[in-house]
């Protein structure tokens, strides 16, 4: 916004009010039809018009007050604006210093999680922490990190993620319904086909560049849910296919009685068990995404996508052929959708077109863009905050007692969140972890400040 | 004067449209091998234009551009090549390229031409280092067996990446940035940009005939001008030395 033209200039107060007035004045507007009006059904059934003019002018007042006090925050004296960079050194090697003990702590958290929180809120309590907040943050994290693979570090903007999520479940979701065959060799056929799907999407699409990319992308993801949704004979449409074999630990079942994982290693029969074994299988194909990506990154292959990212113009100068570099891009991106989409049917046991819409994509992206593109650490820190938030959210019985029983929380959710996420992207426009960390060093690893690492065009 | 003797690249009647514009009309000229050659001219005479069809940045709407990596063109060579439907070809006597033929990444990679950018193209966000890496980019993924060796951790991954490193050590020494290998690209002053720029496309193997040869004598200039700006009276040579900096 006008934040970097007001960083030096004075704080003129005429020309902040104008621009206050501007700002409410654009709010009065977007609140006429929303907060000012209200159609209401009243006994007879009819439509009828209430007006709330108080409502609209205090939104349009909350705005002028808050874009004044931003502007006179921006425009505060600061004498040591020279010295920002020097300033910035002792933050950055802080930065660093917590991103190296983040990841070890949060990796030791996670991996005694299902224990501290089965021992914390008992097996009934803890499915919830497990299930809904672990196994689901899990799945997210794995997702943001297969599209900070192309997003993050190829620089492509790909809006139809989702895809090959939806290739993956299905993979396993077919393979393992008609033909029988165990999770264990669906998993690499799923992202072996979502690759393969990526591949297909990639070659046609590759030579489109930004906007264009990503509208074709989103549009492919929409065709995959389409046909899933269309074509019955094959994927049983809207009604989805039910029924999915539940994992097993390695060959055995979770189930009560003789021969399964509890009678086996003689525990008392709980359905806690296989979840505990979700949580960790998600753990493990996620990690492997990291680990993969990490020793990409370091790859001459993974240099070429960030290069990609850098300057596309000047990749080719180098003789990289920049459409191979883009569609292993999306192949490996794919391939990782598609794991993690086999392990989603795996958990749910049920697997239709509605799970894979466009917000799917959405929320995928924003975790990557909100985590700081490029940067493993910070997607995985988005997810929590993204999945873990919108969960917790939910959560908001403590409201009614503020606004009375009458108030819903829940309607609520989103638009907390996407304040949230507006707030968060003000403050850091460039993600949680807005550094890049180089792939190879000769004296000293230092991290690369965001400004100067590209977004990617295409 | 080794252009008339052994020329390196043999650019006939190159001609460049864009929609009405003609930016370059009928250009014919040749390089010789080890010379140091410059095109000069007013702005907007189509300098850059004339790289860009050499690199293969742009496609030119007619003309023949030959280039012969190692041995001499013969005219008959030439003649047979453009008669075939390849790109390239070994003769007896020499290693010939239609570059009008070849995507822009082929032409750096197969033809071994290297290029720098008017406005200075270095991956910004990437340290100085990585520049040079990326610039070796495809010796270094033949050896790390398309990733999936390099993946595993063989050995001659390893050994093809630090003879890489060795090799940006090597220029990074040449243009004195060795103390800034670690910085990225984009916080170097301009000089230092600019001399990084040179030294990446060094990098990446050029044909060793075309590059400037650093502190030799340089040879008779020979400069060819576009045609269509006959009266051009260059004040002085503007894009001297690797002079594919437009
Ligand atoms: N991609 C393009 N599309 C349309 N016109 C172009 C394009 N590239 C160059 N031109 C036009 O072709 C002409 C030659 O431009 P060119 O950039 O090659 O000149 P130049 O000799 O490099 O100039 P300078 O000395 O300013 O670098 C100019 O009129 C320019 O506007
Ligand atoms: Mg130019």
């Known amino acids: ?15 902040a009010v104008r621009d206050a007035g501007f700002s409410a004045l654009v709010t009065a507007g977007l609140a006429f039809p929303i907060l000012a009006l209200r159609a209401e059904q009243d006994m007879s059934n009819r439509l009828v018009l209430q007006e709330r003019w108080s409502w609209m002018l205090i939104a349009a007042a909350i705005v002028f007050v808050g874009r004044l006090a931003m502007i006179a925050w921006q425009a505060r004296p600061r004498a040591e604006a020279p010295a920002a960079p020097a300033a910035d050194k002792p933050a950055t090697a802080l930065a660093t210093f917590l991103s190296k003990v983040i990841a070890p702590a949060g990796l030791a958290f996670l991996l005694i999680f299902p224990f501290v929180s089965l021992y914390a809120s008992g097996a009934a309590g803890s499915l919830k922490w497990i299930d809904n907040y672990g196994i689901q943050i899990l799945i997210y994290v794995m997702l943001g990190w297969g599209l900070n693979i192309v997003v993050g570090l190829a620089g492509l903007l790909d809006l139809g993620y989702v895809a090959f999520y939806a290739v993956g479940a299905y993979s396993y979701a077919l393979l393992s319904t008609t033909f029988g065959l165990s999770f264990w060799i669906c998993l690499p056929l799923a992202g072996i086909l979502a690759a393969f799907w990526g591949v297909i999407l990639g070659f046609p699409v590759l030579r489109l560049r930004g906007d264009y990319l990503a509208i074709v992308t989103l549009a492919f993801g929409e065709i995959i849910r389409v046909v899933l949704i269309n074509w019955t004979d094959f994927s049983n449409g809207y009604a989805g296919i039910a029924g999915i074999p539940r994992v097993t630990f390695f060959g055995v079942p979770f189930v009560d009685g003789e021969g399964g994982f509890a009678n086996l290693f003689g525990l008392e029969f709980s359905p806690i068990h296989r979840t505990i074994f979700l949580f960790y299988l998600i753990l493990a194909l996620a990690l492997l995404t990291n680990l993969v990506t990490l020793k990409l990154r370091r790859m001459p292959i993974g240099r070429a996508w960030e290069a990609l990212r850098e300057d596309e113009i000047a990749c080719r100068s180098l003789g990289i052929n920049t459409t191979n570099t883009k569609l292993t891009a999306f192949a490996i991106g794919a391939g990782f959708g598609g794991f993690a989409g086999s392990f989603f049917a795996v958990r749910q046991g049920f697997v ?9 994509s959405a929320t995928i992206l924003a975790i990557v863009v909100l985590g700081g593109m490029g940067s493993q650490l910070g997607v995985a820190l988005a997810a929590v905050i993204m999945i873990g938030g919108t969960e917790l959210l939910r959560e908001l019985e403590w409201t009614k007692q503020i606004f ?29 972890v807005a550094t890049r960390s180089p792939s190879v060093f000769l004296k000293e690893r230092k991290s690369v400040s965001g400004d100067l690492v590209k977004e990617g065009h295409g | 004067m080794r252009w008339r003797t052994d020329p390196l690249l043999v650019v006939e009647h190159l001609t460049m449209r864009f929609g009405g514009l003609v930016a370059v009309n009928d250009l014919s000229f040749d390089v010789g091998r080890g010379d140091i050659t410059a095109l000069i001219g007013p702005n907007g005479a189509g300098k850059t234009t004339v790289f860009n069809c050499i690199t293969g940045f742009y496609k030119p709407t007619e003309g023949r551009l030959a280039l012969a990596r190692e041995g001499r063109a013969t005219r008959e060579d030439v003649a047979a090549l ?15 390229y239609l570059l009008e033929r070849m995507p822009d990444f082929e ?24 520049n040079l890496l990326v610039a070796q980019h495809n010796p270094l993924m033949a050896a790390s067996g398309m990733t999936v060796l390099g993946l595993l951790g063989a050995a001659t991954y390893r050994n093809a990446e630090k003879a890489a490193i060795d090799k940006a050590k090597a220029w990074l020494e040449k243009i004195d940035l060795m103390d800034r290998a670690d910085d990225p690209a984009g916080e170097l002053p301009y000089g230092a940009q600019r001399r990084l720029e040179i030294a990446r496309a060094m990098c990446t193997d050029p044909d060793p005939a075309l ?5 030799g004598r340089s040879q008779p200039e020979r400069v060819a001008r576009p045609k269509q700006s006959p009266a051009l009276h260059p004040r002085r040579p503007r894009h001297v030395g690797p002079a594919d900096r437009a």
Do not use: C
């Open chain 2, 82 to 96: 453009t008669q075939s439907p390849t790109r390239n070809k070994r003769f007896a006597e020499g290693d010939l």
């Open chain 2, 211 to 215: 590059p400037r040869r650093a502190g």
């Open chain 1, 352 to 360: 239709s077109p509605e799970s894979f819409t466009f917000i799917e």
């Open chain 1, 404 to 432: 009375g029983p009458d108030f819903d929380p829940a309607q609520y959710r989103m638009l907390i969140f996407g304040l949230a996420m507006v707030v968060m992207m003000i403050w850091k426009p460039r993600g949680i």
């Open chain 1, 1 to 15: 916004m006008a934040a970097s033209s007001a960083d030096r200039e004075p704080f003129d107060l005429a020309a």
């Open chain 2, 107 to 130: 032409i750096s990679w197969k033809a071994r031409v290297a290029r720098t950018f008017q406005n200075i193209r270095l991956f910004q966000g990437m340290t100085v280092l990585e």
